[in-house]
C-alpha cells in the first residue's frame, strides 16, 4: 500500500459484516514497510477491534476492545498462542470467522466467509465467487490485472474515508505526524 491509513479488507454486500485494517510505516533495514497494525471487525451491533498500533513491541501485549461492550450471544472471542505468537479468534453465528494473529511488528488476518457472502463480498480480499480474475475489483468496479502492484492505486481505492472508519467512529487512538499516539475524537 502506498501510504498508511486504514482500509477495507472485507465487505459483505449481503449483511452488516466488514473488516476493516489499520496500518502503519515500519522500517527494516532501512527500508520502510506499510504493515498491519490493528483490525476492526464488525458484523451487526458487534464491534471487535485487535489492536497493536499503540504498543511497545517487546513489552505491551496485544489489545482486543469491545467498543460497544457485550458482544450478541452467538459471537465468539478467544485467545491464545501459536508458535509463541498471540492469536485472536472472533467467530459469529453467521458462521463467519476471522482469525488475527501478531507477530513483533505487524498483525497477519485470516478471514473465512459466511455462506450469505458468496458472490457478495468486495474490498482487498476481492470477491468472493470463485473467479479470481475480478478479485482487484475497485470500489467503482475498474478491474486491475495480476499480480497486484500494491503500490498502484487499487489499494488505495480501498482507503477508507474518516467517517466511515470503524476506528474513528469508536475512538480507537492512531499515531499522530509526530509519532506519538492520541485519542480520536468521534464527531456527534
Given at each position: 500500500m502506498s501510504k498508511a491509513g486504514e482500509f477495507t479488507m472485507y465487505e459483505s454486500t449481503a449483511r452488516p459484516f466488514q473488516i476493516q485494517i489499520r496500518t502503519q510505516?515500519?522500517?527494516?533495514?532501512?527500508r520502510t514497510y506499510n504493515v498491519i497494525c490493528?483490525?476492526?471487525?464488525?458484523?451487526?451491533?458487534?464491534?471487535?477491534?485487535v489492536d497493536m498500533?499503540?504498543?511497545?513491541?517487546?513489552t505491551t501485549p496485544l489489545k482486543v476492545i469491545f467498543p460497544n461492550g457485550k458482544l450478541s450471544a452467538g459471537t465468539i472471542v478467544s485467545r491464545s498462542l501459536s508458535?509463541?505468537?498471540?492469536?485472536?479468534?472472533?467467530?459469529?453465528?453467521?458462521?463467519?470467522?476471522v482469525t488475527v494473529k501478531a507477530y513483533e511488528t505487524f498483525l497477519v488476518?485470516?478471514?473465512?466467509?459466511?455462506?450469505?457472502d458468496f458472490n457478495a463480498t468486495r474490498g482487498l480480499c476481492g470477491i468472493f465467487d470463485g473467479n479470481i480474475d475480478n478479485d482487484l475489483t475497485r470500489p467503482n468496479l475498474h478491474?486491475?490485472?495480476?499480480?497486484?502492484n500494491f503500490?498502484?492505486?487499487?489499494?488505495d481505492s480501498w482507503r477508507i474515508p474518516q467517517w466511515l472508519s470503524i476506528f474513528h467512529k469508536f475512538g480507537i487512538r492512531k499515531r499522530n505526524t509526530k509519532g506519538k499516539?492520541?485519542?480520536?475524537v468521534p464527531d456527534h
Open positions: 510505516p515500519y522500517v527494516h533495514n532501512n490493528a483490525a476492526a471487525v464488525q458484523e451487526s451491533n458487534d464491534v471487535i477491534v498500533c499503540h504498543v511497545s513491541h517487546s508458535y509463541m505468537s498471540p492469536v485472536v479468534n472472533i467467530t459469529f453465528s453467521s458462521g463467519a470467522f488476518i485470516f478471514a473465512h466467509s459466511a455462506k450469505e478491474v486491475d490485472l495480476f499480480p497486484p503500490q498502484d492505486p487499487f489499494a499516539y492520541e485519542n480520536i
